[in-house]
């Protein structure tokens, strides 16, 4: 049974603990803040020098034409305009470093970009600039078909990646180590001897999180939003998933800590399989060109059903690992086990700690 007033006392409590022990947020937000920036410098990285070839057509609509002149203007990337039959020149002469062939309307067919197989220029560098031009055109979706394979915009993806990796520390490291340190202190003994249960007790240590959570992923969605036009419609899914994704990583952090009882183990044995999980998992960076045992890791690692999920709810672009359905049931059917774990095998004292009396908990 759950003690509402109880559950409400321990959760304020938890709130003031959480908010004066600035230090461990910090050290819990610290690493992924660090691993976005990184993202910034991967996109600068792009081939500016290169001219792109940019096809239009000769019976462009106005809405086209304006297409063109916005690429034009990228300050970013450098392109000329040619026609038609220069186009076709140059495709079949292999003088290009990558051609875009513009449709003659919105709705006439896609943007067709093409690179051979020496290119050094981005793609998706090209396609975010379609995109910002077509939506300055008064344009609101042009489709893009490329053959140069899937290349992820650093900054989209690493949005997502970032943002899971930062609820996987909130929710493993801000939960975990608090309730080993109320173990080794003794609270935790003590409050075995009161009719608080074990579900009242993990359950009070939300809404702290919970409240930090929600703040990180609507940071998070906002920046999306600037640097990609995300609707409304989207972020409020994608806020839905994360704070999915969050209540499965504050599960794994109840389950830590409510079993380890040396408050240097979450780090030590988290933190190696956190980062790999990010890694192995696709959620910072796509696996292409990895090697292919590297490749077949994803379906076995949950965090990369929730950034793929993400990565489907905020439109970042490239082709999906699963079915978003099949997503959100993995997240949600990992979510529900490990809660379950954590309640069942939490404890309360140290071995050397060991209660004798009548447990008021049990049950």
Same mark, same amino acid.
């Given at each position: ?16 603990? /959480? ?31 290169? /001219?792109?070839? /940019? ?40 003088? %290009? ?6 449709? $003659? ?11 051979? @197989? ?24 042009? $489709? ?6 899937? #290349?992820?915009? @650093? ?22 180590? $608090?309730?080993?340190?109320?173990? +080794? ?48 419609? +989207? ?18 952090? #109840? ?7 040396? +408050?240097?183990? $979450? ?17 910072? %960076? ?36 699963? @079915? ?21 095998? %939490? ?7 060991? #209660? ?8």
């Amino acid at each position: 049974m759950i003690n509402t007033k109880a559950l409400y006392q321990l959760a304020l409590a938890n709130w003031r603990e /959480l908010t004066r022990d600035y230090r461990m947020i910090l050290f819990v937000f610290i690493p992924p803040l660090l691993t976005l920036l990184v993202f910034p410098l991967i996109a600068s990285m792009t081939d500016e020098e290169s /001219l792109i070839t /940019l096809v239009l057509p000769g019976d462009a609509s106005p809405a086209i034409q304006d297409v063109a002149a916005e690429l034009q203007a990228n300050r970013d990337l450098a392109f000329e305009v040619v026609d038609s039959a220069e186009g076709r020149r140059r495709k079949e002469n292999g003088a %290009f470093r990558a051609l875009v062939f513009l449709p $003659p309307d919105a709705g006439a067919g896609a943007v067709v970009i093409e690179t051979p @197989p020496d290119s050094s220029v981005k793609v998706y560098a090209i396609k975010s600039a379609l995109e910002r031009a077509a939506r300055a055109a008064g344009i609101p979706a042009l $489709p893009v078909s490329d053959g140069g394979g899937f #290349y992820a915009d @650093p900054l989209r993806y690493g949005t997502v990646g970032t943002l899971v990796y930062a609820l996987a520390s909130l929710g493993v490291f801000g939960v975990a180590i $608090p309730i080993i340190a109320m173990r +080794q202190q003794g609270i935790l003994r003590l409050m075995r001897t009161t009719p608080v249960s074990r579900l009242t007790f993990v359950l009070a240590q939300v809404p702290a999180r919970l409240l930090l959570a929600m703040g990180l992923t609507v940071c998070a969605l906002l920046l999306s939003r600037a640097m990609w036009n995300v609707t409304f419609p +989207q972020m409020a899914a994608a806020f839905g998933t994360a704070m999915l994704g969050f209540w499965m990583f504050a599960a794994f952090g #109840y389950l830590v800590g409510g079993t380890f009882t040396v +408050q240097e183990a $979450p780090f030590g044995v988290g933190s190696p399989v956190l980062t790999f999980s990010a890694i192995g998992g696709a959620v910072l %960076f796509p696996l292409v060109g990895m090697p292919e045992w590297v490749q077949a890791l994803p379906p076995f690692i949950p965090l990369s059903y929730l950034a793929d999920a993400l990565r489907q709810n905020l439109g970042v672009g490239g082709p999906a690992l699963f @079915p978003l359905w099949l997503d959100l049931a993995v997240v949600l059917a990992v979510t529900l086990a490990v809660t379950f774990l954590a309640v069942r095998l %939490f404890r309360w004292d140290l071995p050397e700690q060991g #209660y004798k009396g009548e447990d008021p908990s049990a049950g």
